[in-house]
């Protein structure tokens, strides 16, 4: 397996632009599964789990083109008739990436039933699907849990119907699932409790795009009006938040001055929120956001929450800064169960942090120590070679595929910016 190789100390300085978010390319690249033709995509990032989606939407018919040269951005979807589709996720695509169920809605919707394998992912604690299959049972389609598989089936004459979705917990991919469904349903369906990050306001806008009929995509209160087609699209991905809040978060540790290019500073208020309570310097210039890091950071107390609020996917590495930073803070992490794997690898490092239930108190230090670590997610991952930014001597990250699934090149980027990192290829 790869690993990262970091040697702390360096200043960050320069720009650096951010890649198209992978949390709204994987539900819109979904999306193109409910209108027969040819959809493109830009600023689709190059990810492992594009990768597997591309992988995924193959193995039902469909035909995932990414563009060379300067079009490398671009991904091309094309889709055939549905009689032509096989309505199938199978396991061994399906278990490295949750967000494979995000085909189940469109499946169902478009061709009258799936059958989806039950997802994976990283190993942050149980996530399960339950709310995405009570939504479809609100639109009339009949459940079934066979074999680690759900077989879904619209009501007879294959479509589904509207209805009032009420979600028990607020639920991205959930959210989405039954934004797409409900598009082709027939009658009008309300979606409440609804999540309101800028990704799924993103696949409001695509779906739209498409001749859907949606209101309230980014409230808590989504109403779709069914239509009888939707059409192929052309579209551009927003700029990914997390991996800019990941940079924000580079530069402000190493006293750096960092303009994030493509950043969209209201998709990231509560993390912007946040640092400049601990001291970081961040304006928004022209075309993106500009952070300046402090002598030493403050330190602040967080609790992880739906959006607006802040993002558990940011958790770990605010968790770094607050290693650094003067005094104690206070980290509650409310979204997901089991997302403090980081925390045993940060204390090898000189972390000093203290964990009860939810919650993790950590009191700053001035340097971490550079030392072998081993990454246990995607965002565990980027909280590793954060450390590794600022301590003294070299920090060798292991099992670095996590990191490919979230961030493109990262370790290019932090070069560009002034970092000492290279990766080490398995065998080299």
């Known amino acids: 397996m790869d690993s990262i190789v970091v040697r702390g100390g360096k200043r960050l300085q320069g720009t650096v632009k951010i890649s198209g978010a992978k949390n709204a390319a994987l539900p819109i690249l979904c999306s193109s599964l409910l209108a027969e033709g040819v959809s493109t995509y830009r600023n689709v990032p190059e990810l492992a789990d594009i990768a597997t989606t591309g992988k995924l939407l193959r193995s039902m018919g469909l035909t995932f083109e990414r563009g060379a040269g300067d079009e490398s951005d671009s991904v091309r979807v094309t889709v055939p008739p549905a009689a032509e589709l096989e309505p199938i996720a199978p396991y061994e695509l399906v278990k490295t990436m949750r967000a494979s169920v995000l085909v189940l809605g469109p499946l169902v919707a478009r061709y009258g039933k799936a059958r989806v394998s039950l997802p994976g992912g990283c190993a ?36 589904l119907q509207g209805g ?47 001749g859907a009929k949606i209101t309230g995509a980014g409230t808590d209160r989504i109403e779709i009006e069914g239509v009888e087609a939707l059409r192929a699209t052309e579209h551009r991905i927003i700029a990914d938040r997390i991996e800019a809040g990941t940079f924000l ?24 929120e946040k640092m400049r309570q601990a001291g970081a310097l961040i304006e928004e210039v022209p075309g993106g956001v500009r952070v300046r890091g ?55 490092m000189g972390a000093k ?43 060798t990250v292991q099992r670095v ?17 002034g970092a000492d990192i290279e990766r080490v290829r398995e065998g080299a």
């Open 294 to 348: 402090p002598e030493r950071l403050r330190a602040v107390d967080f609790e992880t929450e739906p959006f607006p609020g802040f993002p558990t996917d940011m958790q770990a590495q605010l968790m770094v800064a607050m290693s650094l930073a003067e005094g104690s803070s206070k980290i509650t992490e409310s979204v997901f169960e089991n997302r403090f794997m980081h925390v045993l690898e940060l204390s090898r």
């Open 401 to 417: 595929y996590h990191l490919d699934r979230g961030y493109q090149r990262i370790e290019e980027k932090l070069r560009g910016l």
């Open 164 to 210: 009032r979705v009420v979600f028990d917990v607020v639920t991205v991919t959930g959210t989405e699932n039954l934004l797409m469904a409900a598009a082709l349903a027939d009658g009008t369906t309300v979606i409440e409790n609804a999540a309101r990050e800028p990704e799924v306001v993103q696949l409001a806008d695509v779906l739209v795009a498409m």
């Open 124 to 159: 942050i604690g149980a996530r399960p699907i339950d709310q995405h299959l009570k939504g479809l049972e609100a639109l009339g389609a009949t459940i079934s849990l066979e074999h680690g598989y759900v077989q879904a089936r619209a009501p007879a004459g294959g479509r």
């Open 353 to 395: 942090i203290a964990i009860d239930g939810n919650v993790a108190v950590v009191q700053g230090v001035s340097q971490l120590s550079g030392a072998p670590v081993m990454a246990t997610d995607l965002r565990a991952s980027a909280s590793l070679i954060l450390a590794g930014l600022q301590a003294d001597g070299a920090t």
């Open 249 to 272: 978060v580079a530069a402000a540790i190493t006293k750096g001055d960092v303009v994030l290019e493509g950043c969209v500073a209201s998709h990231l208020g509560a993390v912007i």
